[in-house]
Nanobody, 118 residues
Framework: QVQLVESGGGLVQAGGSLRLSCETS????????MGWFRQAPGKEREFVSG????????YYADSVQGRFTISRDNAKNTVYLQMNSLKPEDTAVYYC???????????WGQGTQVSVSS
């Protein structure tokens, strides 16, 4: 059974930092591209960041470029999202996802809430 479990969310003031983790099990982690997505109340889910299988290539949405950093530890089957200089508009439920096919993600976590106060 494949599981993706996010953690690290919480309430933080604007300008603060959080580090999200997504621990996976039941899949060959090193074979999966990993990504972070988020969904704010009343809005559609949007892409935040992605990382390739060996961690050598990362990509970001324009809205988080320069503030967020994605990384992975294939030995721990875990992907991370370091979020700095947080803004109230970063408030959302953050989801991690894993995929083997380009452009799609087969597996999703349950999400973790990030709330940024002004």
């Amino acid at each position: 059974q494949v599981q993706l479990v996010e953690s690290g969310g919480g309430l933080v003031q604007a300008g603060g930092s959080l580090r999200l983790s997504c621990e996976t099990s039941g899949l060959t982690f090193s074979s999966y591209r990993m990504g972070w997505f988020r969904q704010a109340p009343g809005k559609e889910r949007e892409f935040v960041s992605g990382i390739n299988r060996n961690g050598g290539f990362t990509y970001y949405a324009d809205s988080v470029q320069g503030r967020f950093t994605i990384s992975r530890d294939n030995a721990k089957n875990t992907v991370y999202l370091q979020m700095n200089s947080l803004k109230p508009e970063d408030t959302a439920v953050y989801y991690c996802a894993g995929g083997t096919s380009r452009g799609s993600y087969e597996y999703w976590g349950q999400g973790t809430q990030v709330s940024v106060s002004s």
